[in-house]
């Protein structure tokens, strides 16, 4: 058991590492280009590959954490809202479906999960209680953000845009996380958050490009 728990860890690292050098290919490379797309999808695969082995190892006796538990369904909702966020462009598609509405529904009640650990941790004086409020916090925000905009996506072309910026960023902060955390062994409130800090602010820097840029975007190219 030991060996296959380990092989996984392993497994997980790699997923993990590759996911994050694709993440930021896809950020530095040009948006909608042939690269940008290709990182994407890596991107995509190595994460939800990387956070469903983090399911398993974070329930493995001897390896049990729950905080990491919930980070690895944080990021694969992550990863799949935000390619799910580009569906939403098609003329035929009126409104979301049960796919979109199961991703962020899930991660509703994960995010709900979180705050009610975080409060309890707090009332028992465990600083753990801060982290699981501050990402139970933005996972919250952001499924409530998801559902006022499955009812308006298409009268706000640009949403689509942003939620899958926003969430593929997302997923890269957690990839970033695990780096400085387990990879660098930085276990503090400030390793957790910083990433999330700098990350937020580069979805706020695109979120007002999208408002202020006055150029057609070309959205067939994201979906290649």
């Known amino acids: 058991m030991k060996e296959l728990t380990q092989t996984l860890i392993y497994i997980h690292a790699f997923l ?17 280009s042939k690269p940008h797309t290709q990182s994407g999808k890596v991107f995509s695969i190595a994460m939800i590959g990387s956070a469903v082995l983090s399911l398993i190892v974070a329930r493995v006796p001897e390896h049990e954490n729950l905080f990491l538990f919930l980070i690895g369904i944080f990021t694969i909702y992550m990863v799949l809202a935000g390619n799910r966020a580009l569906t939403l462009k098609y003329p035929n598609k ?12 899930l991660m509703l009640l994960g995010s709900i999960a979180m705050l009610a650990i975080g409060g309890y941790n707090l009332t028992k004086n ?18 409530i953000t998801d559902f006022k905009s499955f009812k308006t996506f ?28 387990a990879g660098l062994n930085l276990n503090s409130t400030i390793a957790w958050i910083s990433p999330t800090i700098v990350g937020t602010m580069y979805i706020i820097f695109w979120t007002r490009k999208l408002k202020t840029d006055k150029r057609p975007i070309e959205e067939k190219q994201l979906i290649k």
Do not use: C, P, Y
């Open 126 to 143: 465990n600083n753990e209680g801060t982290l699981f409020l501050f990402f139970g916090g933005f996972g919250l925000f952001m499924t």
């Open 154 to 181: 298409k009268e706000q072309k640009s949403l689509r845009l942003k939620n899958h910026i926003g969430r593929m960023v997302g997923a890269l902060i957690a990839s970033f996380t695990a780096f400085i955390v």
């Open 94 to 105: 009126s409104q979301a479906d049960i796919i979109d509405k199961s991703i962020s529904g």
């Open 16 to 32: 993990g590492g590759l996911g994050l050098l694709s993440g930021i290919a896809s950020v530095i490379t040009k948006k909608g």
